[in-house]
């Protein structure tokens, strides 16, 4: 099976535009989580969106919105683009939303906002 | 809210011995899962090991085990006779056993090898 996949892997912005990074997760999983991470702040959680639902939300402004389509493919936008919005963004897949599931991590897209 | 701490910035350790690296955690659930991720310099995460809150044994995986002290809210990593590939940063984290499938990360460890 293909892993995950996210496109682009490195993206180069302004401030106050906006992005949109794409996921594709494993065959099969019906689960998407986002996440950032960056040196100051660590990985933190963004949302997991599963058959098309966003199941949880972190803490963050509501600049970042995501969505599920129906073949199990994640977008994630951000808008009004901030420097300190520059970081790695990691997608993750898994089959459920609960139990004792592992999930798969994607290569990450690299945002640069200048 | 549940946080994790690794009070351990970096770590380093000769090839073909053992290292152990520390996590601990705080959450007033008694359901929960406990994960050890790799992020080599690719930055793929990679699962290293997990451990369900309720079983009491310690999980392993090859050269991989934990120490899992449920009591303590303590969840550490031993790599045994550590490879120069498992250099990396190493995250501990937890999710919920109901909070679908977020995961609460530590500040992560860089483990070195020496050769």
């Known amino acids: 099976k293909a892993g995950v996949t996210q496109t682009p892997r490195y993206l180069i912005k302004t401030r106050g535009q906006q992005v949109t990074l794409s996921c594709s997760p494993i065959?099969?999983?019906?689960?998407v989580s986002w996440y950032q991470q960056t040196p100051g702040q660590g990985l933190q959680f963004l949302f997991e969106?599963?058959?098309?639902?966003?199941?949880n939300k972190g803490n963050f402004p509501g600049r970042f919105s995501g969505r599920q389509f129906s073949n199990s493919r994640s977008e994630m936008n951000v808008s009004t683009l901030e420097l300190g919005d520059s970081a790695l963004y990691l997608c993750?897949?898994?089959?459920?939303?609960?139990?004792?599931?592992?999930?798969?991590f994607g290569p990450g897209t690299r945002l640069t906002v200048l | 809210a549940q946080t994790v701490t690794q009070s351990q910035p970096e770590m380093s350790v000769q090839e073909a011995e053992t290292v152990t690296l520390s996590c601990t955690y705080d959450?007033?659930?008694?359901?929960?899962?406990l994960f050890w991720y790799k992020q080599p310099p690719s930055r793929q995460m990679i699962l290293v090991i997990r451990?369900?809150?309720?079983?009491?044994q310690n999980a392993t995986e090859n050269r991989f085990s934990v120490n899992f002290q449920k009591a303590a809210k303590s969840f550490s990593l031993k790599i045994s006779d550590s490879q120069l590939g498992d250099a990396a940063m190493y995250f501990c984290?937890?999710?919920?056993?109901?909070?679908?499938?977020?995961?609460?990360f530590g500040a992560g460890t860089i483990l070195r090898v020496k050769s």
């Open positions: 993750a897949s898994s089959p459920e939303t609960s139990g004792y599931n592992e999930q798969f």
């Open positions: 065959s099969g999983h019906r689960s």
């Open positions: 969106y599963f058959s098309e639902t966003q199941r």
């Open positions: 959450t007033s659930e008694s359901d929960y899962y």
């Open positions: 451990q369900e809150a309720y079983k009491q």
């Open positions: 984290a937890y999710r919920s056993a109901s909070g679908g499938n977020k995961l609460v």
